[in-house]
């Protein structure tokens, strides 16, 4: 997917 | 999702429901820095642009937008509102937090994971978010005594991050390709940045004494 593992934190 | 970001993320909310409630039911924001909530204003502004165009989960999404609500609302409360704006601290809170925004702009454009508008803007918040609370600390250690609800704010304020730093070592040993040194360099800065407040704080709960920070 695009958004990167780090991006699914908020 | 894991527990201990699950944690972090309640924990992270009811720092802001408490900020809120000693705001709605004391009509007073006595002891709050603006600065530091206008910093946390820009932080939630400036990680959340993907609100719209990365879908993760319903989840995610509402609590993008209660963070970007809630701080909007407690800064324009703070700054609007014919009675909470009385209250502001104005003298004490001197803090000059554009050098922080300055800063931690100047680094992201340094230091991030490919240079681009949304990641450099990421970087930016994510260390925007460590020293966000420094104006609140000094704020504290000016006002001396603390009310109830502002030490329970800071605090729960505070515990959010450890429990991300759980997480992101969860997260280490679980996930193969995850490696995410920025966050967690930077969220190791702003736990520190809270280890005197935790102090004073166990301190105060253990003697079940008044909150008082060294001048």
Redesign the interface.
């Known amino acids: 997917t ?9 | 999702m894991n527990i201990f ?1 699950f944690l972090g ?1 309640m924990t ?1 909310l009811i720092s802001i429901l408490i900020l809120l409630l000693k705001i709605y039911a004391t009509k007073s924001c006595s002891g709050i820095s603006l600065k530091t909530q206008e910093l946390y204003a820009l932080v939630f502004l400036a990680r959340y642009l ?1 609100l719209f165009t ?1 879908f ?1 989960s319903v989840y ?1 999404s509402v ?2 937008v209660v ?1 970007i609500a809630s701080s909007l609302a407690i800064v324009w409360c703070m700054r609007r509102h014919r009675v909470v704006r009385r209250s502001y601290d104005k003298e004490l809170d001197t803090f000059r937090h554009y050098f922080l925004v300055a800063a931690c702009l100047a680094l992201a454009l340094l230091v991030q ?1 490919k240079f681009t508008f949304l990641e450099v803007l ?1 970087a930016f918040s994510i260390y925007l978010e460590a020293v966000a609370i420094l104006p609140q600390l000094v704020l504290l250690q000016r006002s001396g005594n603390v009310d109830n609800l502002t030490g329970q704010y800071v605090f729960f304020l505070g515990a959010y991050r450890a429990f ?1 730093i759980l ?1 992101w070592i969860y ?1 280490y040993f679980t ?1 193969t ?2 490696s ?1 040194w ?2 967690c360099v930077s969220g190791l800065v702003q736990t520190a940045l809270y280890a005197d407040f935790f102090y004073y704080y166990f301190i105060s709960w253990k003697n079940n004494s008044k909150l008082q920070l060294p001048a």
């Open positions: 695009g958004t990167s593992a780090v991006k699914d934190e908020l | 970001r993320d992270h993907d990365d993760i995610n609590m993008k963070f994971e990421w991300y997480n997260r996930e390709h995850f995410r920025i966050s």
